[in-house]
T-cell receptor, first 122, second 110 residues
Framework: QMQLVQSGSELKKPGASVKVSCKASGYTFTAYPINWVRQAPGQGLEWMGW????????TYAQGFTRHFVFSLDTSVSTSYLEISSLKPEDSATYYC???????????????WGQGTLITVSS | QSVLTQPPSASGTPGQRVTLSCSGS????????VYWYQQLPGAAPKLLIY???QRSSGVPDRFSASKSGTSASLAISDVWSEDEADYYC???????????FGGGTRLTVL
């Protein structure tokens, strides 16, 4: 079945960069887009955008256009989220999630990765 | 402040029917499908409902959902303790050109 496995938690200092990986299995990686969602501690879900896994073209939501970059390595069925110039307010759990085809609606997110906790602290 | 409005908390006793609400506008719920996600404590969100009223694979039929105008609701009949979780609604917002979530409702089973 479709599955996404993310890289482990990271502790970073302000100003550093981090790259989160999201490895897909159980389906043709280039068939469905991957979304990224942020959840700050104790807060709700915030959609960051998505990447077309066929073309590699990313789309960023407003507020995530500056130091967030989505990328792919189709040879290993993996999407990446890179965050540069980290600030303490970037501390959050970051999730990847697949939009599994139009039969579920253009905005369905299923499944989700297990999440990657990024902590930014000096 | 979230674009979709959900009450922050709800509660019920085992066996009771609980209904969670989600209010939006003509640029989101009023024009597109609604999705519902369940997030158990310490876990990733899971898709419960897609296309406003369709249950995702493996979701018990105790869960049902509907949409009317710019509002949507998720009903859980015969609520169990294992249903204690945060529930989020989501929809595409055409004005903002992004997927928007409600702030989430924390369901407590007393």
């Amino acid at each position: 079945q479709m599955q996404l496995v993310q890289s482990g938690s990271e502790l970073k200092k302000p100003g550093a960069s981090v790259k989160v990986s999201c490895k897909a299995s159980g389906y043709t990686f280039t068939a469905y887009p991957i979304n990224w969602v942020r959840q700050a501690p104790g807060q709700g879900l915030e959609w960051m955008g998505w990447i077309n896994t066929d073309t590699g073209s990313p789309t960023y939501a407003q507020g995530f256009t500056r130091h967030f970059v989505f990328s792919l390595d189709t040879s290993v069925s993996t999407s990446y989220l890179e965050i540069s110039s980290l600030k303490p307010e970037d501390s959050a759990t970051y999730y990847c999630a697949v939009t599994p085809g139009r039969q579920f609606g253009a905005s369905a997110l299923n499944p989700w990765g297990q999440g990657t906790l990024i902590t930014v602290s000096s | 402040q979230s674009v979709l409005t959900q009450p922050p908390s709800a509660s019920g006793t085992p066996g009771q029917r609980v209904t969670l609400s989600c209010s939006g506008s003509s640029s989101n719920i009023g024009r597109d499908y609604v999705y519902w996600y369940q997030q158990l404590p310490g876990a990733a969100p899971k898709l419960l409902i897609y296309k406003s009223d369709q249950r995702s694979s493996g979701v018990p039929d105790r869960f049902s959902a509907s949409k009317s105008g710019t509002s949507a609701s998720l009903a859980i009949s015969d609520v169990w303790s294992e249903d204690e979780a945060d529930y989020y609604c989501a929809a595409w917002d055409a004005s903002l050109s992004r997927l928007v979530f409600g702030g989430g409702t924390r369901l407590t089973v007393l």
